[in-house]
Every structure is written in structure tokens, then in C-alpha cells.
T-cell receptor
Framework: AQKVTQAQTEISVVEKEDVTLDCVYE???????LFWYKQPPSGELVFLIR??????QNEISGRYSWNFQKSTSSFNFTITASQVVDSAVYFC???????????FGTGTSLTVIP | DVKVTQSSRYLVKRTGEKVFLECVQD?????MFWYRQDPGLGLRLIYF???????EKGDIPEGYSVSREKKERFSLILESASTNQTSMYLC??????????????FGNGTRLTVT
């Protein structure tokens, strides 16, 4: 079975605080990809990052960083020094290498308060 | 940049009407997808297509059909709209397979209300 769990439904932080969005996945596939998407109020999901199951290196892109731990089946996303523009719904997704399907979590709604 | 365009941002239809949601992408992507997004349920796959005239059922295909006559266009059809199909509908496209899974590129969504 393929499943992605984002246990945090809603998070509110004050601007400049750091915030971590959790993502836990389940899969029996040995090779797969993990993704994070951002959905701002405008509605369009924007691709943020892709990570394959063989690459456990953490990644940093500006204020964004991602921590992939295969041992705990987690792919967490941290925003450092949050800004109001970070307010959005964030989705984590799993895509097994076989086939073209994506399995999305239920999303975490982040509100950054000025 | 890939552009995925959904023909309507908002639609209001009556129960029993036949509804067409259109999606066009301009980057020659092989794969196209239709999702619906509901609060607390995330994105659920309705149908996808990996080639012209090809279609595969997703997780919730009941009450929907699709059409892909041209590579760039993927239509979602509600044969007889019902109130439980009130939702946000998202179209997406991606490159075919290869050695990695290409990310999905999404349209802005169509918010459909069935009254």
C-alpha cells in the first residue's frame, strides 16, 4: 500500500519563526520519489522539490530545507525565518518508480502571522 | 515554463447536467491527470492518461469519464452532475517515465459547485 501522512492539519507561526512540516510515508517499493508542493491562496500547486529513495542527503534552498530519513520513512520540510508569503497549504507526495501515480498527503495549512 | 490551463476558474451547474472540464498543456507532456481536492482529504486521483486515447482509472473514477483526443488536451466529464461532486478540480501534466519520476505541473484549478 502507498500512503502519505501529514499529521499537522494547520500550523500558525509568527513571522521570522522557524517551522517544520512533517511528512511520513508508507511504501513497499524499494525505489520511489518524494515531492513537496506548495499551494498558495491562488490555488495552483507549485513544485518545490523531488528526492529519490537512494539519495538521503539533506537539501537546502535558501530558507527552505528538507530532511529525508529512510529509517523513519520521513521527509520533513523546514522553513527558516518564515515570511507572510510562506502562508500556503503544503503537500507531500510519494511516487513509486513503477507507474506514473502520485500519492498525496492531506496537506498542512501554514499561516504566517505578521 | 510549463503552462497548464484549465478553461474555467469557477463553474456553477445544476444537478443532472453534463459538465465538461477542459485542460490544455503546452509542453508536449505525455502524462495528464485529473484530481479533485476536498478539505481534509487532500488530492485524490480521478483519472490519468499516459498517451492519446489512453486512460486509466484512478482512486475515485465513479461518476466521471475522460477524453484525450489530442496530446495537449485532457477533458474531464461529469455525465450527470451531483451535489457530492462539488469540489476543486485540478489538472496536471508530466513527462513520461524515463529514469526518474517527473514532477507534476498543475493548472490553477476549477472550483465546481453543483446545486
Amino acid at each position: 500500500a502507498q500512503k502519505v501522512t501529514q499529521a499537522q492539519t494547520e500550523i500558525s507561526v509568527v513571522e521570522k519563526e522557524d517551522v517544520t512540516l512533517d511528512c511520513v510515508y508508507e511504501t513497499r517499493d524499494t525505489t520511489y520519489y518524494l515531492f513537496w508542493y506548495k499551494q498558495p491562496p491562488s490555488g495552483e500547486l507549485v513544485f518545490l522539490i523531488r528526492r529519490n529513495s537512494f539519495d538521503e542527503q539533506n537539501e537546502i534552498s535558501g530558507r527552505y530545507s528538507w530532511n529525508f530519513q529512510k529509517s523513519t520513512s520521513s521527509f520533513n520540510f523546514t522553513i527558516t525565518a518564515s515570511q507572510v508569503v510562506d502562508s500556503a497549504v503544503y503537500f507531500c507526495a510519494l511516487s513509486p518508480t513503477r507507474g506514473n501515480q502520485f500519492y498525496f498527503g492531506t496537506g498542512t495549512s501554514l499561516t504566517v502571522i505578521p | 515554463d510549463v503552462k497548464v490551463t484549465q478553461s474555467s476558474r469557477y463553474l456553477v451547474k445544476r444537478t443532472g447536467e453534463k459538465v465538461f472540464l477542459e485542460c490544455v498543456q503546452d509542453m508536449d507532456h505525455e502524462n495528464m491527470f485529473w484530481y479533485r481536492q476536498d478539505p481534509g482529504l487532500g488530492l485524490r486521483l480521478i483519472y490519468f492518461s499516459y498517451d492519446v486515447k489512453m486512460k486509466e482509472k484512478g482512486d475515485i473514477p465513479e461518476g466521471y469519464s475522460v477524453s484525450r483526443e489530442k496530446k495537449e488536451r485532457f477533458s474531464l466529464i461529469l455525465e450527470s452532475a451531483s451535489t457530492n461532486q462539488t469540489s476543486m478540480y485540478l489538472c496536471a501534466s508530466s513527462l513520461q517515465g524515463g529514469s526518474y519520476n517527473s514532477p507534476l505541473h498543475f493548472g490553477n484549478g476549477t472550483r465546481l459547485t453543483v446545486t
